[in-house]
């Protein structure tokens, strides 16, 4: 990341995603799989945009490549303005994890994060390649949905250790309300 090698410019980058580049992107990274229902927070930055509480604002959603069929969760987002989903990256199934390990993937996802004002996440080491980057994060520790299975929740997510030691670091925003969400937002994006 470091490197910058592979930036190409943010009007180059926008138009994959027909995205306007004068518009701050929020950077919606996926937790994969079925750990929780993450369309609710997605829904919940559509309300703040059609809302105005985040203007001039537009979303890319990066699918989990862990998982497979996670890009397709997503796609009823794609029918809404200011949202895509990034289906860019191809999962490599001869490794176990499907991870994509070309240069190509790597670049992609340094685009991502250095064109992004801000990258939200559910208590992913995103916030690494995030801080690494420049790129200020956001991490969900909250639930909407009332009296949710324990086992769908949020919070689950950031009982790992590694996850508590990144968070330790001061690098990313840990938010646990709906209200808490949408300051950070609007202080982040307010800046630059």
């Given at each position: ?59 890319l959603i ?70 690494a980057c420049?790129t200020p ?56």
């Open positions: 990341y470091s490197a910058k090698k592979g930036l190409i410019p943010r009007e180059e980058f926008f138009r994959k995603f027909n995205f306007d580049p004068a518009k701050k992107l929020i950077l919606y990274v996926s937790t994969g799989g079925d750990c929780c229902d993450e369309t609710d927070y997605l829904f919940l930055l559509k309300k703040y945009m059609e809302t105005g509480a985040l203007k001039e604002t537009q979303v990066r699918p989990h490549l862990k998982y497979a069929g996670d890009r397709e969760r997503f796609h009823s987002f794609e029918k809404h303005p200011n949202f895509a989903v990034d289906a860019t990256d191809i999962q490599n199934e001869s490794l176990r994890d499907n991870w994509d390990i070309s240069e190509r993937h790597t670049m992609n996802l340094c685009n991502s994060l250095v064109h992004a004002a801000v990258c939200i996440n559910i208590g992913s080491t995103i916030m690494l390649d995030a801080a420049g994060s956001i991490n969900i520790n909250f639930d909407i949905q009332k009296n949710i299975s324990p086992h769908r929740s949020t919070k689950r997510l950031f009982l790992s250790d590694y996850i508590q030691a990144a968070v330790r670091t001061g690098g990313t925003r840990v938010v646990e309300s709906e209200n808490e969400f949408l300051s950070a937002l609007m202080e982040i994006l307010s800046c630059g």
